[in-house]
């Protein structure tokens, strides 16, 4: 099992940037699959970025050369640094972790883009 929790979620004008983190309670270094969804009202939740233990990424097509997931086996935490938003990227943000065909999930961090 594995609590996750995320932050750096807030109000950013268009073409900002925010950072956002995933800090899980126990070690992820043996966690292969961790990830960052999306959900905008009336939308379907849809896979932002993941990563991989062996350092693998994997972007939506609407996000990639402008987001970045990274992950710090030290801190337990997972990044995703969103660059150039833009008001379609206004969503809840949740982590994910993959361990043993079960998924966890954080509570989720609200990213509103809007001048």
């Known amino acids: 099992q594995v609590q996750l929790v995320e932050s750096g979620g807030g109000l950013v004008q268009p073409g900002g940037s925010l950072r956002l983190s995933c800090v899980a309670s126990?070690?992820?270094?043996?966690?292969?699959?961790m990830g960052w969804y999306r959900q905008a009202p009336g939308k379907l939740r849809e896979l932002v970025a993941a990563?991989?233990?062996?350092?693998?990424?994997n972007y939506a097509h609407s996000v990639k050369g402008r987001f970045t997931i990274s992950r710090d086996n030290a801190k337990n935490t997972v990044y995703l640094q969103m660059n150039s938003l833009k008001p379609e990227d206004t969503a809840v943000y949740s982590c994910?972790?993959?361990?043993?065909?079960?998924?966890?999930w954080g509570q989720g961090t609200q990213v509103t883009v809007s001048s």
């Open positions: 990563t991989t233990s062996g350092g693998s990424t």
């Open positions: 994910n972790a993959a361990i043993q065909g079960k998924y966890y």
């Open positions: 126990r070690s992820i270094a043996s966690i292969n699959l």
